[in-house]
């Protein structure tokens, strides 16, 4: 059974920075796609960023330069490094991993794990 536990959320003012963690379990995490999506109050989740098995990564446009996704795969753990963070990037962060027959499509990986998310605040 596949378990993702994101920790690392909070409340930063305008400009900062915040790392996220994502340890993941219960299935060949070195050999999968994973992913970070977020979701605000309100609106659609949406995709964060991805990286792929052999480290190749991908981002949403309004990320690009300032997110960072890394993953460690002898701790089976994915990152999401945030910098230059802004009132809009407050919401709740997903981690995902790539499951077959997975629901959701972003950047060329299909996603059906999710953890239960951590929430980051961005104050001006």
């Known amino acids: 059974q596949v378990q993702l536990v994101e920790s690392g959320g909070g409340s930063v003012q305008a400009g900062g920075s915040l790392r996220l963690s994502c340890a993941a379990s219960g299935y060949a995490y070195s050999s999968s796609c994973m992913g970070w999506f977020r979701q605000a109050p309100g609106k659609e989740r949406e995709g964060v960023a991805i990286?792929?098995?052999?480290?190749?990564?991908g981002y949403a446009d309004s990320m690009k330069g300032r997110f960072t996704i890394s993953r460690d795969n002898a701790k089976n753990t994915l990152y999401l490094q945030m910098n230059s963070l802004k009132p809009e990037d407050t919401a709740m962060y997903y981690c995902a991993a790539e499951e077959l027959g997975g629901l959701v499509w972003y950047l060329g990986c299909r996603f059906g794990s999710w953890g239960q998310g951590t929430q980051v605040t961005v104050s001006s």
């Open positions: 990286i792929d098995s052999d480290g190749s990564t």
